[in-house]
C-alpha cells in the first residue's frame, strides 16, 4: 500500500486566494512526522512545514499551514492568499517512528499554478 | 554554509557505463541518503546511511552501490548503467533525531542513460 498520497496532479488557484493541497497517509507506528517540501521549476526542494503525531495543533509557517486529521490520516497543505511565486511542484513525505530517522517516504505531488 | 553539494548536476551515459554521483554535507549530520525522482512518482529511497561506514537499502536499491567512509561524504556508484536509471537523483542528510527532523537536499543531478 501507498505510505503517502496525493490525488490530486495539478491543481489552479487564483493569485490572492487560498488553496488546499490534499496529502493522506498510512501507517500504524503511533509515532511518526510529516512534512511539505516544494519543488519550483528550478528543481531544488524546499521544506516548508512540520507536523509532528502527537503535536495538538496544527502547524503554522507564515502563509502555509498543515490541516491535521489524525483519525482520518490526512495532512492538508493549506496555503493562504496566493503568489504567483508558489507556482510549482507540492510533496507531501512522511516519517515513521524512533528508528526511521533517515527513510522519508513522498507522495507524488501536486503542481500548484497560481492565476495572475 | 554549503548545506549539501551534488556533482555533477548533469550527466548523460551509454549503456553499460559506470559513474560516481558525488554527495557532500557540511552540517555534520549524521543521517545521509540518495533518492530518485521520476515522472509521476514522487522521490523514492535508493540507499541510505545512518553513520561512517554503516549504508542499508531503501526502496529501490538495485543497480547502485553506496558507501560511507566519513561523516561528509555519501557517494552514489552506478557499476553498470541502464535507460531505467534515466532519472533526477537527489542526496539528502538529516539529524537522528526525533521532532522536525528535516531533510536538507542537495540541488540534484540530471541523469540521462542512451
Known amino acids: 500500500a501507498q505510505k503517502i498520497t496525493q490525488t490530486q496532479p495539478g491543481m489552479f488557484v487564483q493569485e490572492k486566494e487560498a488553496v488546499t493541497l490534499d496529502c493522506t497517509y498510512d501507517t500504524s507506528d503511533p509515532s511518526y512526522g510529516l512534512f511539505w517540501y516544494k519543488q519550483p521549476s528550478s528543481g531544488e526542494m524546499i521544506f516548508l512545514i512540520y507536523?509532528?503525531?502527537?503535536?495538538?495543533q496544527n502547524a503554522t509557517e507564515g502563509r502555509y499551514s498543515l490541516n491535521f486529521q489524525k483519525a482520518r490520516k490526512s495532512a492538508n497543505l493549506v496555503i493562504s492568499a496566493s503568489q504567483l511565486g508558489d507556482s510549482a511542484m507540492y510533496f507531501c513525505?512522511?516519517?515513521?517512528?524512533?528508528?526511521?530517522?533517515?527513510?522519508?517516504?513522498f507522495g507524488s505531488g501536486t503542481k500548484l499554478n497560481v492565476k495572475p | 554554509n554549503a548545506g549539501v553539494t551534488q556533482t555533477p548536476k548533469f550527466q548523460v551515459l551509454k549503456t553499460g557505463q559506470s559513474m560516481t554521483l558525488q554527495c557532500a554535507q557540511d552540517m555534520n549530520h549524521e543521517y545521509m541518503s540518495w533518492y530518485r525522482q521520476d515522472p509521476g512518482m514522487g522521490l523514492r529511497l535508493i540507499h541510505y546511511s545512518v553513520g561512517a561506514g554503516i549504508t542499508d537499502q531503501g526502496e529501490v536499491p538495485n543497480g547502485y552501490n553506496v558507501s560511507r567512509s566519513t561523516t561528509e561524504d555519501f557517494p552514489l556508484r552506478l557499476l553498470s548503467a541502464a535507460p531505467s536509471q534515466t532519472s533526477v537523483y537527489f542526496c539528502a542528510s538529516n539529524r537522528g533525531s526525533s521532532g522536525a527532523n528535516v531533510l536538507t537536499f542537495g540541488a540534484g543531478s540530471r541523469l540521462t542513460v542512451l
Open positions: 513525505a512522511m516519517r515513521e517512528g524512533p528508528r526511521n530517522f533517515n527513510k522519508f517516504y
Open positions: 507536523q509532528g503525531s502527537y503535536d495538538q
